[in-house]
């Protein structure tokens, strides 16, 4: 049997050929699919680092957010422990008779039916106007119906203030 050494030779030529087009075709996709990684982990890198400081700067405004709204909140509290403080002290002194609550009457109606004698007191800040003094237990009431009123419009304001600094937020 006659060997073709011709036909291997050139078969050995097609296949190292062929090899080496297959290995240079591999070493350059490779090195474009190299590049095209490093690309795109450095474009997620950019976007990772974006994030983080969009985040970054979330967390700062809401911890100045919180901050603020604490400082209201105890801004608030104090207001409340005073006006409590001042109906507390407004009381005792009601109790003990070192103030008394009167109320003005009209100089018309006094001599129509009220009983209440014409002539002015000898103190007093109204330049001569007719008071009537109210009951001790009556007093008392009164104070209470306005400090509750004190605390809500307390509360009101805070209430407010604490939605003027949400809607800052949002817009």
């Not at 011709?6 to 050995?12: D, E, K």
């Not at 982990?41 to 604490?70: F, G």
């Not at 103190?123 to 009951?135: P, Y």
């Amino acid at each position: 049997m006659v060997v073709p050494w011709r036909t291997i030779g050139v078969m050995v030529l097609v296949l190292i050929g062929a090899g080496s087009v297959w290995q240079f075709q591999d070493w350059r996709y490779g090195k474009q699919l190299a590049d095209q990684a490093r690309l795109q982990a450095e474009t997620l890198n950019q976007l990772t680092q974006v994030a983080a400081t969009a985040q970054q700067a979330e967390q700062n405004k809401r911890l100045a957010l919180e901050q603020r709204l604490a400082a209201r909140e105890k801004n608030h509290f104090e207001k409340m422990t005073d006006a409590q403080k001042n109906q507390d002290r407004l009381r005792d002194r009601l109790a003990t008779a070192d103030v008394r609550l009167s109320v003005l009457i009209d100089a018309t109606d006094a001599a129509k039916a009220c009983g209440v004698p014409t002539t002015p007191g000898s103190s007093g800040v109204d330049h001569a106007a007719l008071r009537a003094r109210l009951d001790p237990a009556h007093a008392q009431r009164i104070v209470a119906i306005t400090g509750e009123g004190d605390r809500g419009l307390i509360a009101l304001r805070a209430c407010q203030a604490y939605v003027n600094e949400l809607r800052l937020i949002s817009d």
